[in-house]
């Protein structure tokens, strides 16, 4: 009778013991012991409706299904790009303050177009001479985590990414860790702006041969082609398009998507979905290697999963190839957070999904549906531009330089021939607008000299920074896209470009649907605040009230 007792009073105590550390478990701490900043650049807001019923549980479906939703998120500003996205997410601003105002540009001092992480003043570490001659220099004021930094030594961020510009504009100045992928050599890299070697970690990682074994691989549909409802004829190959639909579907029941690249050119993992299994691998051995989350200092893991945007601006948004590329990152995406959960917990960790930018829909797909759209081709623009001012002003080189809607004027010239610069921008801003397909001009000297409450012109000011942006700035209307090798591109502030997904999942994240406007450079702000820490040092978003009541 005794030993029965005792047997049943130890099973009684271990119960108990077993119930405290599941509630312990379940408990929040009072701060994330890691937070997630996960990207999927060039996500359009609708991508989660338009796949939902395909999605599995685990994935997309959970976050939005358990986290807090922000269904009204959107970039404030015009040129929606890549790289001004991840530096808005990163610093709590708009371009026009942190100075990433597009992708690439014209440096009006050396008459060269400048790469926004491009800097040869730094080395490679771990790879090919040029794939890590990058850095933060030109990102003009701090982001979330080099605050975090700042104010816990102890802290580490790391930010990993295909491409050197995405995990760096993610991650900022002060990272414990920042890679990106060399495509020469098939693996990951970073540069001595940051570090002298690789850490051992990450010399692992190269050495297990992911790359290859994923650069062999071939592309073939995840799902029985008939099932996929995305078919954009504008990546279907000229000679190709006077083919029924039928016929082209036809010669794809075997299911290959994309022909596999040389084995020996990595470059494909930048266009096809095995580039985000492989920043997804990464992610992975970074929490391990850098044992991220395993403590009460807060740390910071960025990730961008840079493949789509490369993959949406090559066959489009409305693309067999997109839809698989997302059925496929859902799969990642599940297995990441149950790696997350089984390794930090969830309610230790602070997960956040969002996107760089949204992306049109190609005019060839728009025209189907007889929705007004087209191609604006700036080559020729400028051409007849150049005449056009020749024949007002004379013979010159009047244009130096024209890039993502902007228009670099010859200054120089221009005050030699002693012409005012305002006149000759409002000049060229009304002849720009003679165009087919623009639909808004402004001159750098408007955006300088007027502060505007609302409308279009919030937008081109949130755009402009006075030592970098055009002397010229153009919109385009609605479905224009502007010719530039691709099917299609995002850069304007319409809904598709500008509307992003945001959600919050796991630390005391609620779950709720978020219909109040809520605007990009408002994440920082929220991150900073739930934290205690200081704001990054050029901030203007607002913090999130949904997610600090």
């Not at 530096?87 to 060269?112: D, E, L, M, Q, Y």
């Not at 001659?133 to 104010?151: I, M, P, Q, R």
């Not at 084995?263 to 997804?280: A, I, M």
Request: charged fraction near 20%.
């Amino acid at each position: 009778m005794r030993l029965s007792v005792f047997i049943s009073t130890i099973l009684v105590l271990g119960l108990i013991e077993t119930s405290t550390a599941q509630l312990n478990r379940s408990i929040p701490s009072e701060k994330p012991k890691l937070i997630v900043e996960l990207v999927v650049s060039q996500m359009r807001f609708d991508y989660i409706s338009r796949y939902w019923d395909k999605f599995g549980d685990n994935g997309f479906k959970l976050l939005v299904n358990e986290g807090t939703y922000c269904r009204n998120a959107r970039y404030n500003y015009l040129l929606t790009q890549a790289y001004p996205g991840l530096a808005t997410i990163a610093t709590g601003t708009n371009p026009s303050v942190h100075g990433i105002i597009a992708n690439k540009w014209f440096n009006r001092n050396t008459g060269n177009e400048v790469e926004a992480t491009a800097d040869d003043k730094v080395n490679t570490v771990g790879g090919s001479f040029f794939s890590g001659k990058y850095s933060a220099k030109n990102l003009v004021t701090s982001t979330f985590g080099d605050e975090l930094k700042l104010n816990n030594a102890n802290s580490k961020v790391v930010s990993i990414a295909l491409d050197a510009g995405s995990a760096i504009l993610l991650g900022g100045h002060s990272a414990n860790g920042m890679y990106w992928f060399d495509t020469e050599k098939g693996l990951w890299v970073s540069s001595s702006y940051y570090t002298d070697a690789l850490p051992a970690w990450v010399d692992t990682f190269n050495s297990k041969g992911f790359a290859k074994l994923y650069t062999d691989r071939e592309w073939k549909a995840l799902q029985p082609i008939q099932e996929y409802e995305e078919a954009d004829t504008a990546a279907v190959k000229s000679d190709e398009k006077k083919k029924s639909l039928a016929e082209k579907l036809k010669g794809m029941m075997d299911g290959i998507i994309g022909k596999p690249q040389p084995k020996t050119d990595f470059k494909v993992l930048l266009e096809n979905p095995y580039g985000n299994l492989l920043t997804k691998d990464l992610a992975i051995a970074a929490v391990v290697g850098e044992n991220l989350g395993a403590d009460e200092h807060p740390d910071l893991l960025c990730i961008t999963f840079s493949a789509n945007r490369f993959i949406g601006s090559k066959f489009g948004p409305h693309s067999i190839e997109m839809e698989d590329t997302y059925l496929r990152l859902d799969r990642e995406l599940a297995h990441f957070l149950e790696f997350i959960n089984s390794t930090v917990g969830k309610e230790n960790c602070l997960f956040i999904l969002t996107s760089d930018q949204g992306v049109a829909s190609t005019p060839d797909y728009l025209e189907k549906s007889k929705i007004p759209g087209g191609y604006f081709d700036p080559k020729k623009a400028m051409i007849l531009l150049g005449s056009y001012l020749n024949a007002l002003y004379g013979q010159g080189n009047w244009i130096t330089g024209y890039h993502d809607k902007q228009i670099y004027l010859n200054r120089k010239l221009i005050e030699d021939s002693n012409l005012n610069l305002a006149d000759f921008q409002q000049k060229v801003a009304d002849f720009m607008l003679e165009f087919s397909g623009v639909s808004n001009s402004t001159t750098a000297h408007n955006l300088q000299n007027g502060n505007f409450a609302n409308g279009i012109m919030v937008k081109f000011q949130n755009s402009y920074n006075q030592r970098r942006s055009g002397d010229v700035i153009i919109n385009l209307e609605p479905g224009w896209v502007e010719r530039n090798g691709k099917v299609t591109s995002a850069n304007s502030p319409y809904d598709y470009d500008s509307h992003v997904p945001l959600i919050f999942y796991g630390w005391k994240a609620k779950r709720k649907s978020v219909l109040n406007p809520v605007y990009i450079n408002d994440l920082a702000p929220t991150l900073s605040i739930l934290l205690g820490i200081t704001w990054p040092n050029g901030a203007t978003g607002t913090p999130i009230k949904e997610m600090i009541e």
